[in-house]
């Protein structure tokens, strides 16, 4: 896909990995809208982005709500004057033993990370597919393809959402609507500031302007997944896959200090 002139909506574009996709996007020619929670985050979010004349507009809105993606995907039309790409960024994440995780928490992730992109795919399809060289991005996670102990539901709907991409990619082949899969690792963004799991237990950091960079890369090639980690993140999953069980003892070994260390990793 060439970027220049395509209109994309980023879905919890005010910071992080969102931010740094608009940013590298926007210096590719595209025209974009983001959204977010908090109006004056996006607010400032959308001045940054506009610096150099760049054509960006600000959605206040939450998508893991009805009202809120029927008001995002309104006023991306209006404002963008069509839709090209969508990007489902937007997510959150509460970490800890599942029985320590409350049921709030646990619907909140399935509504953010899984239910809110399904529903707003469903509903830009249509214009998506006029488009005639539309795209669906979603951001998933690393830990969608290797699941660490203390991540129990956001490994699920993270997975939940990558094999939702796979399905939709082979159902909308040959309609004009791509669906790419990003699987980012452990990123330097607000979302991880809660978290103090480092290198020494895998949680080994990269700028989020790293992931942007090869998320544009990815839809420029049609890229049919993006998975971030190098070669450390492929033999995991290689070995994730022939032989789970030495994976699952070697998290044995980290699970003490995992579980202090990710505590109090909320981003909800």
């Not at 590298?24 to 908090?38: D, E, Q």
């Not at 969608?144 to 990558?162: C, S």
């Not at 998975?227 to 030495?246: D, F, Q, S, T, V």
């Amino acid at each position: 896909m060439i970027l220049k002139e395509k209109k994309a909506l980023i879905t919890g574009g005010s910071s992080g990995i969102g931010f740094a996709i608009a940013e590298a996007i926007l210096s590719k020619g595209a025209k974009v809208a983001i959204t977010g929670r908090r109006p004056d985050v996006l607010e400032e979010a959308a001045r940054q982005l506009r610096q150099g004349g760049r054509s960006v507009d600000a959605i206040a809105a939450d998508v893991s709500t009805d009202q809120g993606r029927e008001t995002t995907l309104k006023l991306a039309l209006e404002k963008l004057g069509g839709l090209d790409i969508l990007i489902n960024n937007a997510g959150g994440v509460r970490a800890g033993r599942l029985e320590d995780t409350t049921e709030a928490e646990i619907r909140a992730m399935i509504e953010v990370d899984l239910v809110a992109p399904i529903l707003l795919t469903r509903a830009a399809l249509p214009v998506l597919r006029a488009s005639k060289d539309g795209l669906v991005v979603n951001v998933t996670s690393g830990i969608a393809l290797v699941a660490a102990p203390f991540y129990a539901t956001y490994a699920g709907v993270k997975g939940g959402l990558a094999k939702f991409g796979e399905s939709l990619r082979r159902e909308l082949k040959g309609e004009g609507v791509h669906v790419m899969t990003v699987y980012p690792g452990a990123t330097d963004t607000p979302m991880m500031r809660s978290s103090r799991a480092g290198p020494e237990l895998g949680f080994t950091r990269e700028p989020a302007s790293a992931v942007a960079a090869a998320v544009v890369e990815g839809i420029e090639q049609d890229a049919y997944e993006v998975i971030r980690g190098g070669e450390a993140r492929a033999k995991m999953i290689a070995l994730n896959r022939e032989n789970p069980a030495a994976l699952d003892n070697r998290f044995v070994d980290l699970k003490s200090a995992l579980a202090e260390a990710v505590r109090d990793h909320s981003a909800l």
